[in-house]
């Protein structure tokens, strides 16, 4: 019951947060699977309806726009490029759909992400009116993400790769990729994120990074551990001004031997060694073959009809038995093998935009402190995504989460675009007030 009761007092929170502060609800987006783990391990009901964490998400986002809504709506002047290209691409993956040899496989693929597309794609921007409000919604994430990472760190037992339920021994849940995903997030926003210096907050990060180490290495997920080792690093000059090259390769060296000692700590208490290089290489191989017989089978296709070539095998094609049998992981070349060259090239127009939106942002915010930090935390953690879909992932599963963060990126920077318009334009009014009331103009 004691187990129940924190996933209850954890929805109460989220939907009392997001009534405050909307964005708050951004936290129960990106935490949504970890959290829905932890009630399948609280309670056999909710094992059973797996559906109720997601509901309540939908519920908490639901409240955040009402309550956003009542800001009133800012009008703003930039085309949001990332979010029509993204359309565009899904919009042809489906379409694609008509085409591909395993339309069932396919519709079950979307009949399981739909949800999330709309939401990560359309939904999640209309959080966001004020130019503070990711602060708190990434703040919010932290403080969450935070929470989980102890509780599966303290009080889970681990089987391996999955953790076992509190009210069946020989129930386990698998949900590995998940762990890694939040404590990737969460450890971005540790770093990153410009809060006041107060000794709570360094507290919290301190025991953020710590949590999401431990559980990363108990999900037992390679990459994703690296990357949040060193993504973090790469963008701490963009979120904090590093007093000298001195002083920034003492953190480079100091997360290198966390990242080193953490590995041979954790490869030395468990059995089987999934951070051999055989290992590696194995699971590696894995995905080059798969993705292989998704090249050469549109290769061959586009040689009999050209059109295959540009139009690609279809989505989802990669589940044919006659191809590979499943996604294989690799969400760009998934891409050029299913959609060919058109969706390839929305992709490579989506990737620019994005450059782009990255850009526009660091010139906006500069200089202050608080929108570098929440604008350095959204671009480590699109890159931390991008790379890992080289290695996980398929474009309906795994597409909308990767760009979700730049799609929170170009709203914020139309936001802060949008008030930069409103105070020139509050500067011109002034000054023509002032230029009215001058000696010179009661002279004339």
């Not at 507290?203 to 710590?210: E, N, S």
């Not at 700590?265 to 998704?294: C, G, T």
Request: charged share 15%; proline share 3%; aromatic share 12%.
């Amino acid at each position: 019951m004691v187990n129940l009761a924190i996933y209850a007092l954890m929805l109460v929170a989220l939907f009392v947060g997001t009534w405050f502060r909307p964005a708050i609800a951004l936290a129960t987006l990106v935490c949504v699977q970890v959290l829905d783990v932890w009630g399948q391990l609280a309670s056999p009901w909710l094992f059973k309806h797996t559906q109720f964490t997601n509901l309540f998400m939908v519920s908490c986002i639901g409240l955040g726009i009402y309550r956003a809504w009542l800001y009133g709506v800012r009008r703003h002047l930039m085309t949001p490029w990332v979010q029509i290209l993204l359309t565009g691409l899904l919009m042809y993956a489906a379409l694609s759909l008509w085409w591909t040899p395993a339309f069932k496989e396919g519709i079950v693929e979307w009949s399981k992400y739909w949800p999330y597309i709309i939401i990560n794609v359309w939904v999640a921007p209309l959080l966001l009116r004020r130019n503070t409000d990711l602060y708190y919604g990434l703040s919010a994430i932290l403080i969450l993400g935070t929470g989980l990472a102890i509780l599966f760190d303290v009080l889970v037992r681990w089987d391996a790769r999955t953790v076992v339920t509190f009210w069946d021994s020989s129930t386990t849940i698998w949900n590995a990729l998940a762990f890694a995903h939040m404590a990737g997030y969460v450890t971005m926003a540790a770093v990153l994120l410009n809060q006041d210096k107060s000794w709570r907050w360094s507290v919290i990060k301190y025991t953020a990074i710590a949590a999401c180490i431990v559980l990363v290495l108990k999900s037992e997920t390679r990459a994703q551990f690296f990357l949040m080792v060193i993504i973090p690093i790469v963008f701490l000059p963009l979120s904090k001004p590093v007093s000298s090259i001195k002083t920034y390769l003492s953190w480079i060296i100091l997360a290198a031997c966390v990242a080193t000692t953490s590995i041979y700590a954790y490869d030395a208490l468990v059995q089987e060694k999934r951070w051999s290089s055989q290992r590696v290489q194995s699971d590696w191989d894995i995905r080059v073959r798969m993705v292989s017989a998704l090249l050469h089978h549109w290769s061959r296709a586009s040689s009999q009809d050209p059109s295959a070539l540009m139009l690609g095998l279809g989505n989802s094609a990669s589940f044919s038995a006659n191809i590979a049998g499943f996604h294989p992981h690799m969400v760009t070349l998934e891409v050029l093998g299913e959609e060919g060259l058109i969706g390839v090239g929305l992709l490579a127009l989506l990737l620019w935009a994005s450059w782009r939106t990255m850009r526009a942002a660091y010139g906006l915010v500069k200089h202050d402190p608080m929108q570098r930090g929440i604008m350095a935390t959204l671009a480590a953690t699109f890159l931390f995504d991008f790379l890992l879909s080289f290695k996980s992932g398929s474009l309906v599963g795994f597409g909308t989460q990767m760009f979700l963060f730049i799609v929170l990126m170009e709203r914020q920077v139309a936001i802060l675009a949008a008030e930069k318009h409103e105070r020139a334009g509050d500067q011109q009014l002034q000054a023509a007030a002032h230029y009215s009331d001058s000696d010179l103009v009661k002279v004339v």
